[in-house]
């Protein structure tokens, strides 16, 4: 009786178990109201800092420009995420620190960018297996060579 069920059963289990979507939300999403009191040429940095926070991101090279990125993902059991929304806030400055810009970006304005696969070659000898197995036998006699200097 308990074998004829294990079948049903099972395919319930993995039914449910694939059914179940979890939403996962990061980062700082900034709404389009909380834009407004923004004015390009008006606004400083430090009144931003107090309308919307510190940033997810600054520029690299200054402190010229500042994200705030958020995402929202749908998982399904063990599936990859699908992203269900993506939504980036540049906002720059100028040497003053004073508002320049203010735009968003969605997943419509993403790129994909392209790896390098090519590697970097590097001097030395490349070892086989046999020598990456064998290697450091015979080098180690068992003793912390730390130990006669005094150290940690």
Excluded at 85 to 102: Q, Y
Excluded at 129 to 141: A, L, P
């Amino acid at each position: 009786m308990l074998r004829s069920k294990i079948p049903t059963l099972s395919i319930t289990l993995f039914c449910l178990l694939s059914g179940c979507a979890v939403i996962d939300r990061h980062g700082h999403e900034v709404s389009p109201d909380q834009l407004k009191p923004i004015q390009v040429g008006v606004t400083t940095k430090q009144q931003v800092g107090n309308l919307l926070g510190s940033p997810s991101a600054v520029s690299t090279f200054n402190n010229a420009t500042w994200f705030y990125m958020s995402k929202t993902t749908s998982r399904r059991a063990f599936f990859d995420p699908i992203v269900l929304k993506s939504n980036i806030t540049r906002i720059g400055f100028n040497d003053k620190d004073i508002v320049t810009s203010v735009d968003s970006l969605t997943e419509a304005d993403s790129r994909v960018i392209s790896h390098v696969s090519r590697q970097t070659p590097t001097s030395g000898q490349e070892f086989n297996v046999v020598e990456q197995i064998f290697g450091n036998f015979g080098k180690f006699n068992g003793k912390d060579p730390d130990a006669s200097r005094g150290g940690p």
